[in-house]
Structures are given as structure tokens and as C-alpha cells.
């Protein structure tokens, strides 16, 4: 057998959503990565996310493309579609699915190699044509199920486990979804559940390109002493720009910020999205400084995380090509075909 | 000097600089034949290039209804000092060179009729501006040819006053053009031809319209929603015409907003990838590529082939393999696409023979993908794709509904006690699939490239798999009953040899036919329309002695291909291949096929071979 059965009996007092359903309703198989798996954390936070937020899971789609990142679809939401595609090229399928059907919610998990890597093209143009996706990018830095090679983010300097040192600058996915448009761009660890349940909730309400960047430690190639992606190194270096909380439509703002730091970003349906600011400095709604933060952040030897930038006035793919609001998998035959007459005067255009 | 006389039966061929807008002048003279009532080929011999290299435009009248291309040029009409030796040497003898004796030239041929046009002395007045000047130029040639062939002037008037309708300032001036030329002729040349156009009636019920015109059409009326390309010649005008057509069928009147998607994507791996996401969200899609493109898509194309997603891949073939010969036709994609991608995968394959089989083949594909859970290659070629064929008009039957093959609703799902994505429910191997979003516990499934059981998990049992790869076959196997059967060019076989061909093929195979009874030949011939074969082509092999297998690639690919599928003695097959990129010609079909039948011991009849 090379998947595992996980037992469905939940305890009877375990606490229920706006859905009636529990955390386990949005649970998956079991989990075939390495224990202690970065990549396990954050299908643990997208379970949390779906929960709070009550979705129904059948209205999400998952989709992957190829690498131990792109397994993890499976270890979360049983009851929603997933898609297991081919390398690199998940922002493509999403791009087809989302044009077949944009009322559903698209989460597309990929990683560093899939992402950065081989897929780096169909990313870059997934972002500028502001396809709405949940995009979350499992940054280990490595290639896992290969193991052990470096990734295109992984830190010039960084040593590998074989003690090899990366002889090359590392690709910036943030700065670079930032810089071609994308219009939500975070950065988290995954690590750190109370910074990335909110931002995958934000990111899950936007409309638009969204990206996560989590950086992700590989426990079995990439978790040791000269890494720049290990647990340890992200805790020392991680400096966290905003703290955020997500309001539901008809929920009132309980949270207390300090004068001055909080920054209220209103998203398409209504539901606000709160900003505490940690770095005074620091504008999510501005393009410029969240690329020149993360440039001065990469030269400190800074991982930059919080969400760095939001853009809530994009229209998304959908929207910028005028398709209509009903799916485009729902038109019946007699919506679709014009008929013999149309068809007459077509012929008669034609000699 | 003798002149070549000829009603209604004739090649004229154009030789002119590309970006000169004579492809438009050359385009409305194949048209004014047609609308006279004669069966017309027009061919346009493009470079890649945009500006400024040599281009050509055959344009083959038939009151017989030969359409194919011909070697061999009645009347030349010579625009371009820079391949006049080339095409002075292609005109026949007795045929007619018309050029611009604005600069009198020498061509050396006492077997020709030249005529002297002074085209650009003629509108040098008229026309001060050089650049309007240019495409005016191409008028007084065709006024000149209007007088010369006697087709009716007001036939081309109604077409200049179509095709600047909404620019009416353009009318005047064209007609200006036209009525120079034809006016120097009257005066100049009088009874200097003796090709004649003479008002017919063959063309009654039937449309003049290129196969990608025809297939985008296609596209939207079997329900295509999602078009996403990458622009590729000699494919691209197959996703501008789905989109022309959408723009007319598909926005709604309430909201202006589209009904469907027209996506550019950044590369043939995107384009594929969206197509392939949006047919497993439900949503009819379809990609429109090359040669190139299709190598592109490979990775891809196994992925819903053992995903069993359907998706539709027009492949309008050109000139290969690398960039090859882009703007030039060829059927070379045969074996590429009935194989395509690694691992064990077998492909269904439609295969147009002119633009009315591109409508119906491009309706039928989203029928046969979503029947079979499939990749759909819809085969066609540059010469079907680019060029206007003389073909019978489109029909279409309202009481067709979409066959959207074996999908579960919610309630289907509600009555269902267990279902597997992958289980041979059915004995014919094609399994029934849901589509996200339909119910809110039962159905999900998790669709992916890698090994699976019955259930879509994960599996690497090689047992399992090995189960899974042979219910895929099956289901390729049963595929037949749902694509075009072969035709047959004869009721019963009469010939101990039969031919077998393809594809634009067809446009030269029936006067290729009669040449070879005329020379004492009968042949019979089948044209194949689909892959995986129908077993009529088994019989066919089965039941002639000799096979020709017509081609228009170097390697044989479809003889191979017919060796491979119907474990067939390859001696029995032989080939007749022509590679050039320029269209085969019947000749070159007789001819080889008379050098071997003259040179050897085969049975010319079925008679003789019993």
C-alpha cells in the first residue's frame, strides 16, 4: 500500500464552525513526508484557515505541480478536487480550471524547485495575468525528492548537507510577484502558525494573484548548521513587518493596536483586513518600498516576512478578460451552439 | 504565335513581393471566378518574412472540379524583377506572361505570349502617393485580367464595394484601379488571350473558405468555451477565427460580457496546461498549434492522457522538423502525435480533408474527448488550413445535442453507493469522472500523472498499474466506433491495387484517379479520416494486392503507423511520398504509381490477379 488509511472516528466533543463541521472535517490522508516536515505545518495552517473561515470544502480546488511540496494537497481538505500536475506548470492548469469555473476557490501548492525553478515562467505570467489563486510556494531551498540539490532560492553561500556551497544568488519570489503585479504577496514561516493562519485566511479572501511565500526547512536535506533555510536559522533571522488579522463581513474589529500602526485594507466582498504594522517604516500598500525593504532585508541577512505588499484595487484574470459571471461550465448545449440559421447565413457570407 | 485556349480550365499563378497587400487583389480575382461559377483553388506560396521577399499566389480554375495543385503555369503574372527567371521558366508553352512594361524587359522564351501592362506608368498620375500607389497597382492588374479573361468588371465592383464596406473612401479609388487596367487591355489587347472564364453554375451550394476559418467555426459550435493558444503559423488564424466567431455567438446581450475565454498564453506549455485545466473543470477547451508547438506539449499531452482528462489539439502541419519550413504544407506530424509523449500512449487522431471536414471534425472532437476521457488531435495541414477551398457548404443538424460522455451530476452521486474514478463500470474501459464543485461530500478525487488504483490513490503496485494501462488500451481500442469511417473513391473494388491516402490529399486524388484509368491504371483508393483505424482499412489492405500509401512526408509515417497497428507485411504497402512543402500534385501521384505498375509484375485489375 503506498497511501494510508487515516481513521475517520472524531471525538464527539470536538468543537464545530459556522458549517457544523470540525477541524477534521478538513484534514486529508496521512502524511508520507518526513516527520518534522515544514511542508506538514502548513497543510496543519491551511486546515486551520478553511476552518475558521467555514468553507465548504467541495468549493475549493487544489492543485500541485511535482515535488514533495506538491504532495501535499493530499494531507489536507479530503473533500475538495486536487490536481497533481505535471513540473512547474500548475499555474497553467489553475489558469484553465479557474477560466472553466471562477466561482471556485484555487489553491495552488508548489514549491521552490517547481516554482523558481522549472515552473518559473508559468509563475511569473500567473501573477501578471492576476489569476485569483492562493498561490503557496513550500520554500525549502532544496530539491527533496532528489535529494538534496539546490534550489534557485536558496542562499549564494548557503552549504549544502554534503557541504557544497551555493555558488549563485538566490531567485526572490516575493520581489518578483511584487514587481510583475501580483496583488497580495506575503512571506511566512512555517514555524510561526499564528503569522500564517491569518495571512493564508487574507490570502484566501483576495481576489487576485496571492502569494505565500513560506519558507519551509527540509528536515532530512536542508535543517543543518551553514543553511540559511534550517528552523533555526529562519527563527534567528526572521523579522516580521505586520501582524494581521482577518474580519469577516458583519465582524467588528476587537483587536487593539498601538496609535499610529494599524492599517485597515477592505477586500472585494466586504471583509476588512487589518494591519498591524511592526516596522514604522513600513507601507504593505506600497509597490516601491516592499521591493526596496526586501532588498535592504536580503543584504542584512534578513528573512522579511508579515505581509509585504497588497494592491486590493486588481481586477483579476477573469475580470480583466470581461468573461461572464456565470461558469463557463455551466452553459447548456442551446446556450452554447448557434443553430442552422446562424449557420445559413454564415454560408451565404462565403460566396 | 499559338496561345493555349481554354474555358474555364486553367492555372494562373501571381509572383509578388510579400507586404506589397497583393494577396488581398489576388484573393478577390480567385473570388470573381468563384462567384462566376467556377469550382477555384487558391493557393498563397508565402514566405516567413513580413516585407519585401518573393511570394507567390497559384490560383487553379476547373470546370472538372480538379482543385490540387498543378505544375505548370497557363498564365503568369509577373510582379517581381527579383524571381523573374524563375517564374518565366515555370510558365507552359504557349502560356502568357503578363508584367509591368513600365521596365521593358527580354525574357528569352520565343514559346510565350507576353503581355506588355505598364501598371505602374498607368497610375503614376492617378495615385501620387508611392505607398497607395503600391497596393493600387495590384488592381490594374486584375482590371487588366478582368478584360482579358472576360470575367463579368461589376463582379469585382461588388467585391470592392464588400470588402471596403465601412471604408467607404477605399471604394472609389479601387474601382478607379480596376477600370485602368481593364480599359488599357480593351485597348491594348485585344484578343491577346485566349484562356476564357465563362459564366457556370458549379459553385451553387458551395462556399469558398479556408480550414481554419472553418474549424474555429467548428470549435464554436460543438460548445468550446476556452480557447488558449500561443501564436504559431500556419495555425494562429484558427484561434482568431474562434474568437471572430465568438465575438458574433457568444457575448451576452444583457452584460456585454464574454461567453467564453480567449486566452494568449506565454508558450504551447501554457496553452496546453489551460486547456487541459479547464476540460477537467468541465469546460469544453481547446488549443490550436504546429509541429513545434506539439513537441511542446508532449509532457503534457501524457498527462491527460493517463489522467484521463479530455482535451481537443489542433495541429495545422507545416514544413518540419525544428523550424523547418513554417510557411510551407506538409502532413509530417503523423507519428509525433499518434504517439505522443513518454511512456506507453496511443492517441486518437481526426484527420480533415478540406474546410467543411474542419467544421465537423472540430465539432465532433469535444464529442470523441469527452466521450473517451482523452486527448483529441484534430490533424490538419497548412495547404487545408491557410488556403480558400472550393468546398460544399456547412450544415448542421439542430436536433445534435453535445455527447458530454460519462460525467456524474449530484444527484447520480446521492443514488451511488461506491464510485471509483478509474473503474471499468461499463466492460468498455472508459470510467465515469465528477467534476469539482458538484457535491458537497461525495465525489472529490485527487487527479494526478502518477500510478493509481481504481480509486485514484496512489499506488505503486505494479499489478495495479499494469490493470489500469490495459483498461486505458481498452478504451483506445473501442475508440473507432465513434470517429469517420474511411471513404472509398469506388462503390466495389475493381482493382487488384488500391491507394491509400490522407488529409489535403483529397484535392488531388480523383483527377489523379481518372489520369490513371486514362493511362489504362484503374486504381481503387481509400481515404483514411481517423486513427486508431477503422477496421474497413484492414479489410481494404486485406482485400487488394498492392497498397500505394500517398504521403505528404519523407518518412512514411502513416505507412508505418499501418504497419505498426495492423500487423501488416510491409512489403505489401508501398509509398508515394512527396516532401517539397509545396501541395502534391495528381501528376506526381500518377506518375509514380504508372513507374511502378508499368515496371513491374503487379495485376492492373482484380481480375487479372484472381
Known sequence: MTYIVKPVNHHPNLEKNDLGLTRRDYEGTISTLCAGCGHDSISAAVIEACYDLSLSSDQIAKLSGIGCSSKSPSYFLNQAHGFNSVHGRMPSVATGANLGNQNLLYLGVSGDGDTAGIGIGQFMHAARRQLNITYIVENNGTYGLTKGQFSATNDQGSKSKYGEENLFAPIDLAAMAIQLGAGFVGRSFSGDKDQLVPLLKAAMKFKGFSLIDIISPCVTFNNHAGSTKSYDHIREHNESVSSLDFVPIGQEITTNYREGTKVDVPLHDGALLTLEKLSRKYNPLDKGQAVQRLNEAEKDGKVLTGLLYINPEVKDHAEILNITNKPLNQFTDDELCPGSAKLAKINASLN | ?610
Open chain 2, 1 to 610: 504565335m499559338s496561345k493555349i485556349s481554354s474555358v474555364n480550365e486553367f492555372v494562373i499563378k501571381f509572383a509578388n513581393v510579400n507586404g506589397s497587400g497583393s494577396a488581398s487583389a489576388n484573393q478577390m480575382f480567385a473570388k470573381a471566378i468563384f462567384r462566376s461559377g467556377i469550382p477555384v483553388s487558391p493557393k498563397n506560396i508565402f514566405p516567413s518574412n513580413i516585407q519585401g521577399l518573393p511570394t507567390w499566389f497559384e490560383i487553379r480554375a476547373s470546370a472538372k472540379g480538379y482543385l490540387g495543385r498543378k505544375a505548370g503555369i497557363d498564365f503568369m503574372v509577373a510582379m517581381n524583377p527579383q524571381s523573374y527567371q524563375q517564374d518565366v521558366a515555370e510558365i507552359n508553352s504557349n502560356g502568357y506572361l503578363l508584367y509591368d512594361s513600365s521596365w521593358k524587359r527580354e525574357f528569352h522564351r520565343e514559346d510565350i505570349n507576353i503581355l506588355e501592362v505598364p501598371l505602374t506608368s498607368l497610375v503614376v498620375d492617378t495615385f501620387p502617393n508611392p505607398k497607395t500607389r503600391l497596393l493600387f497597382k495590384n488592381l490594374v492588374y486584375v482590371g487588366a485580367l478582368s478584360y482579358l479573361m472576360n470575367i463579368n468588371k461589376q463582379v469585382f465592383i461588388k467585391l470592392i464595394e464588400e470588402q471596403f464596406k465601412g471604408k467607404e473612401k477605399l471604394i472609389s479609388p479601387n474601382i478607379q484601379a480596376l477600370e485602368i487596367g481593364f480599359n488599357y487591355a480593351e485597348k491594348n489587347l485585344k484578343d491577346a488571350c485566349s484562356i476564357k472564364v465563362q459564366d457556370a453554375n458549379l459553385t451553387d451550394g458551395m462556399i469558398l473558405t479556408n480550414g481554419n476559418n472553418a474549424a474555429g467555426l467548428g470549435c464554436v459550435y460543438g460548445g468550446a468555451t476556452v480557447c488558449a493558444w500561443y501564436p504559431i503559423t500556419p495555425s494562429t488564424s484558427l484561434a482568431e477565427s474562434y474568437k471572430k466567431y465568438c465575438d458574433q455567438f457568444r457575448i451576452d446581450e444583457e452584460t456585454g460580457k464574454n461567453n467564453f475565454a480567449f486566452v494568449q498564453a506565454e508558450d504551447e506549455l501554457a496553452s496546453i496546461g489551460m486547456a487541459i485545466g479547464a476540460n477537467w473543470n468541465g469546460a469544453r477547451a481547446f488549443t490550436a498549434t504546429s509541429g513545434p508547438g506539439i513537441s511542446l506539449m508532449t509532457e503534457f499531452v501524457g498527462l491527460a492522457y493517463f489522467a484521463e482528462i479530455p482535451v481537443v489539439l489542433f495541429n495545422i502541419q507545416r514544413g518540419g522538423p525544428s523550424t523547418g519550413m513554417p510557411t510551407r504544407t506538409q502532413q509530417s506530424d503523423i507519428l509525433s502525435c499518434a504517439y505522443a509523449s513518454h511512456g506507453d500512449t496511443k492517441h486518437v487522431m481526426l484527420i480533415p480533408a478540406d474546410p467543411k471536414e474542419c467544421f465537423e471534425f472540430a465539432a465532433d472532437s469535444f464529442d470523441i474527448a469527452d466521450r473517451l476521457q482523452t486527448p483529441v488531435f484534430v490533424l490538419s495541414d497548412l495547404d487545408i488550413g491557410m488556403n480558400d477551398w472550393t468546398c460544399p457548404e456547412f450544415e448542421w443538424d439542430d436536433t445534435r445535442t453535445f455527447d458530454r460522455g460519462k460525467v456524474l451530476s449530484k444527484n447520480d452521486l446521492d443514488t451511488m453507493e461506491s464510485w471509483g474514478r478509474y473503474l471499468d463500470v461499463d466492460g468498455d474501459g472508459i470510467p465515469f469522472r465528477t467534476l469539482p464543485g458538484t457535491h458537497p461530500e461525495k465525489g472529490a478525487y485527487f487527479t494526478r500523472g502518477s500510478s493509481h488504483d481504481e480509486y485514484a490513490r496512489y499506488i505503486e503496485d505494479g499489478v495495479i498499474n499494469a490493470r489500469n494501462m490495459s483498461r486505458i488500451l481498452k478504451k483506445f481500442e473501442g475508440a473507432h466506433k465513434f470517429l469517420p469511417k474511411p471513404i472509398f473513391k469506388q462503390e466495389t473494388n475493381a482493382s487488384a491495387n488500391g491507394i491509400i491516402y490522407f488529409g489535403s490529399t483529397e484535392a488531388v486524388m480523383q483527377e489523379s484517379l481518372d489520369e490513371l484509368t486514362s493511362l489504362g491504371f484503374p486504381i481503387d483508393a481509400m481515404r483514411i479520416r481517423a486513427f486508431p483505424f477503422n477496421t474497413d482499412v484492414w479489410d481494404f489492405i486485406d482485400q487488394h494486392e498492392s497498397i500505394f500509401i500517398v504521403e505528404q512526408n519523407r518518412d512514411a509515417q502513416m505507412r508505418t503507423l499501418i504497419v505498426a497497428e495492423g500487423d501488416i507485411n510491409p512489403g505489401k504497402l508501398i509509398s508515394v511520398l512527396c516532401f517539397d512543402g509545396a501541395p502534391i500534385t495528381a501528376k506526381f501521384i500518377s506518375d509514380s504509381i504508372v513507374d511502378v505498375l508499368s515496371d513491374t509484375n503487379v495485376s492492373k485489375t482484380a481480375e487479372d490477379s484472381k
